[in-house]
């Protein structure tokens, strides 16, 4: 079942009654206090900005995610590593990544772009204060040509979206995050979306509860 959401109160259903696709609700705002509370119960705003007048909420059953302890560094990636030709930071331009997830690759363009202005407006807002962080890679000129952001929550990192305008640049701040993550001792990475190369690089499925049980632990 789908739930519309009321516009004067910041409240979300029970998770558990997501659809099969795992969307939740309709409506309501991205107000800083609707998106905190929207994550700490894993659920998560996804929707085309040109399509739908009004932000859909998802809570999928099952949660794509890495531990940081189990990320897997193939050789070819050791080796682009080891060469030194990529420098990597961490919250020093979220907003060069978060405006090149929007774009790159002319995604912006396409059907279903979901990053327009709105979006990262209130992204923006989580970031400035300090529910958002952004890793960012760039090249030997010190050109931004890749990167990744997402929310955090209790030592849990919700990725939302990445970038890359060079070989494996995206991968590099993933694997940048997983090692500065398993450092400091936090939980995992929600990937969000199964892809062929995230499921290369260690992720894999839990259960709704279970995530919900290691963040809250």
Known sequence: MVYLLPEDEIVFPDPHEADEDGLLAVGGDLSVERLVLAYH????????????????WYCPHQRFVIFPSEIHVSHSMRNIINKDVYWVSINKDFDGV?????????????????LGEEVIAAYTRLHELGYAASVEVRDN??????????????????????????????????????????????????????????????????????????MNS
């Open 41 to 56: 119960l894993g659920i998560f705003p996804w929707y085309s900005f040109r399509d739908s007048l009004q932000p859909m």
């Open 98 to 114: 978060i405006r090149g997830c929007a774009t790159a690759q002319g995604r912006d363009e396409k059907a279903g772009a979901w």
């Open 141 to 214: 000129q010190r050109r931004l040509v890749g990167g990744l952001y997402g929310v955090t929550v209790r030592r849990c990192f919700i990725g939302e979206s990445m970038f890359s305008l060079a070989p494996s640049a995206s991968k590099i701040a993933l694997i940048a995050l997983a090692r500065h993550l398993e450092r400091t001792g936090w939980k995992f990475i929600d990937c969000q979306l199964e892809t062929p190369h995230l499921r290369s690089m260690g992720a894999r499925f839990i259960s709704y509860d279970q995530y919900m049980a290691i």
